[in-house]
């Protein structure tokens, strides 16, 4: 070791500046040691306080982010428990659909009333779930909900609006889940 090294690691009596450490390795500063006014003393006491409250913040910061991740995770799992909750509902209807006999009129007429009533099902839990229906038939076409499927001239719709709505188009609340598929009038070419 350096000589100038040395003389900063022992102070005028040649005591160890350092800190006392028990046998489980944690730092004791000695009774004697807190209450003398050592400059280098004073210094290396409060970097210990400063080391200290470094490490406990970084505990808790972990423990924030491991809490958080858990919150996030129960949340998500809650929400996907929510809208399955919903669902069953839907799926028991169509399971006793099928159950139904079509090999005669009043099984048709049945299987048809449970199509309906099923599809109304449907409709109630997007609802609660706040997604909307996108349904923009002879609205204009906008790229933001609808996408074109094709092109027609017709004389009795102005271009650039929809003639036709091939697959309705869904929302959760202002994100778009489903753009409308739609059919849009185009300019009549003159013969």
């Given at each position: ?89 839907v799926l028991d209807s169509f399971e006793l659909g099928v159950k139904v006999d079509t090999s005669t009129k009043e099984g048709v007429e049945t299987f048809i009333e449970g199509q309906t009533s099923t599809f109304k099902l ?70």
């Amino acid at each position: 070791m350096n000589e100038e090294i040395k003389e900063e690691i022992f102070n005028k009596d040649d005591e160890l500046i350092d800190p006392i450490t028990d046998q489980n390795n944690e730092e004791i500063i000695d009774e004697s040691l807190e209450q003398t006014t050592d400059p280098l003393l004073l210094a290396q006491k409060e970097a210990k306080e400063n080391w200290d409250k470094v490490l406990r913040l970084q505990a808790e910061i972990e423990n924030l982010r491991k809490r958080t991740f858990k919150d996030i995770e129960n949340a998500s799992r809650g929400s996907i428990e929510r809208v399955i909750q919903e669902i069953l509902p839907v799926l028991d209807s169509f399971e006793l659909g099928v159950k139904v006999d079509t090999s005669t009129k009043e099984g048709v007429e049945t299987f048809i009333e449970g199509q309906t009533s099923t599809f109304k099902l449907l409709k109630s839990v997007l609802e609660k779930l706040s997604i909307e229906t996108i349904d923009p038939k002879d609205m204009q076409y906008d790229p933001s909900f609808h996408e074109v499927i094709m092109m027609v001239e017709d004389k009795n719709v102005k271009p650039g609006y929809i003639t036709e709505v091939i697959q309705k188009g869904y929302r959760l609340q202002q994100r778009l889940l489903r753009p409308a598929r739609v059919i849009v009038s185009s300019d009549v070419k003159k013969k």
